[in-house]
């Protein structure tokens, strides 16, 4: 949704904003899932999404990063900030889910950029993943890998390396604590 479309004063619901103004403050609020901000550097065009697992199964990330396309964005303009987040020591979710997560979330040739670590899970009916109730699940490596994957340089993605559920005294976490309060987020053009 483009920021202009969004009324002052009001709150939207999307998962994900495009600042098409000057001057232009895009907010979003998060507990465990990722802000990732977006900025061209050149044109001043700016992007704010709300992101997590179902975000990441979506392609939040490749849809916003089209929008920038027909905007005229350049990829060594675009600039990106994964902020503060839960880490994957703290993200555990059963098997079936992430193997599901990895189909989806990972480009089709997912299977060439999997550590040997999450083909072991992926692939393995061994007892000892049998036994596992619980896997982690790095939701800001797999973003940093969709933004690879959309072409933007390294050099330009900064990624928090915060983690809201273990800083209790600084984030608010719902798989922590199941609290309604959450971080606001914000990005001005």
């Known amino acids: 949704m483009f920021g202009s479309h969004s009324q002052e004063g009001c709150k ?3 998962d994900g904003l495009v600042g098409n103004k000057c001057n232009q403050n895009l907010w979003v609020y998060t507990a465990d899932c990722m802000p990732i901000f977006f900025a061209d550097k050149r044109e001043r065009t700016v992007a704010a999404l709300h992101c997590g697992r179902k975000g990441l199964e979506k392609k939040i990330i490749k849809n916003l990063v089209k929008i920038f396309d027909n905007l005229g964005t350049s990829r060594d303009d675009l600039l990106v900030a994964i902020g503060p987040a839960i880490s994957k020591e703290h993200y555990l979710i059963d098997k079936m889910t992430l ?3 990895y189909r989806k979330a990972e480009n ?3 299977l060439v950029n999997l550590t040997k670590t999450e083909k072991d899970i992926y692939f393995s009916d061994s ?5 596992q109730n619980l896997n982690q699940l790095d939701l800001k490596r797999s973003a940093y890998k969709q933004l690879l994957n959309e072409n933007i340089p390294n050099t330009n993605i900064d990624i928090s390396n915060l983690c809201t559920y273990k800083l209790k005294n600084h984030f608010n976490s719902w798989r922590r604590n199941k609290t309604i309060s959450r971080q606001w987020n914000f990005i001005c053009s």
């Open 127 to 131: 007892n000892y993943f049998k036994e």
């Open 99 to 101: 193997k599901e997560f």
């Open 108 to 110: 089709k040739n997912f």
């Open 12 to 14: 939207t619901d999307a």
